[in-house]
């Protein structure tokens, strides 16, 4: 019974333990180039380790399962959690709603003591859209991972999705101001700013998001923030530029009409047009 520390370099990996001889699936957390959340599973077979890449039927065909009765010869291979995990997923690829869902409530129990379980919980149920249910996984491995960032990330995320708009709020800026230069949650924050009417606030996130990468939807929310705070000149520039990245985005061309007309300016015709042209 004796345990090691399994340490990965590159990775935040969260604290887990590997019974020597056995199988243990875990989670790495990385960031790609675009400083976005990414996560890997892999199994580990004592000292060889093998990559599934996400493609769980393989895993399922590797421990020899081809129905949910297949399952019952795992429970001494795995903690009971991962064992209800491992069923849930099977069971919700299969279409068996209710099954998935009683097994990933089951696991969730069972590993309330092992808080980094609760974040592949989150993912998983986001994934096939139990949003109540992963916003609850989530918040109770923030509890006690606050510092882990992709957690805010995907709690943001699945706010959003549920039309929780503060909620989504609150979550995007408390990630914004620990990773600034996450590029996709500062222009999750800024585009919620800009749909909320708070134009100044979006300001400084957007701009964040544009030295990571040039993007056009944060140049056309940036004009339409500067147009809301009647900075003519920047509201045009900005629109200009989102239009010259995406010259074939009918609701840039829109965006930007509509400020044209507004500022009596001659070049509305012309953008008008071709933004009909586009729809």
Do not use: C
Not at 31 to 42: G, L, M, V
Not at 201 to 219: D, E, F, I
């Amino acid at each position: 019974n004796s345990f090691s520390r399994l340490k990965i370099t590159g990775s935040a990996v969260f604290p887990m333990l590997k019974r020597k001889g056995h199988p243990l699936l875990y989670t790495t957390m990385q960031t790609d180039e675009n400083a976005q959340p990414k996560s890997s599973y892999r199994l580990l077979f004592a000292d060889k380790e093998m990559s599934l890449s996400n493609d769980w039927p393989n895993f399922y065909r590797l421990r020899g399962v081809s129905n949910i009765e297949g399952f019952s010869d795992m429970m001494s291979r795995f903690t009971q959690s991962k064992y209800y995990m491992f069923r849930g997923l099977y069971a919700l690829q299969k279409g068996m709603t209710s099954q998935g869902l009683a097994d990933f409530a089951t696991a969730s129990k069972l590993s309330r003591t092992v808080l980094g379980e609760h974040y592949n919980f989150g993912v998983l149920l986001k994934a096939y859209g139990q949003l109540e249910l992963a916003a609850e996984e989530f918040r109770y491995f923030l509890n006690g991972f606050s510092h882990v960032t992709a957690g805010y990330y995907h709690l943001g995320q699945t706010y959003e999705e549920m039309g929780k708009i503060s909620e989504a709020l609150e979550a995007y800026r408390i990630l914004y101001q620990r990773k600034p230069l996450f590029a996709d949650a500062a222009h999750r924050l800024g585009k919620l700013y800009v749909e909320t009417g708070q134009f100044q606030a979006s300001l400084a996130p957007l701009q964040t998001a544009l030295k990571k990468q040039q993007n056009a939807n944060v140049y056309n929310l940036l004009g339409v923030a500067y147009e809301e705070l009647q900075n003519r000149e920047a509201a045009s520039l900005n629109y200009q530029k989102a239009i010259a990245l995406s010259p074939r985005e009918p609701g840039i061309y829109y965006n930007y009409a509509k400020f044209l007309k507004k500022t009596n300016n001659p070049e509305y015709a012309k953008i008008w047009r071709e933004h009909q042209e586009l729809k």
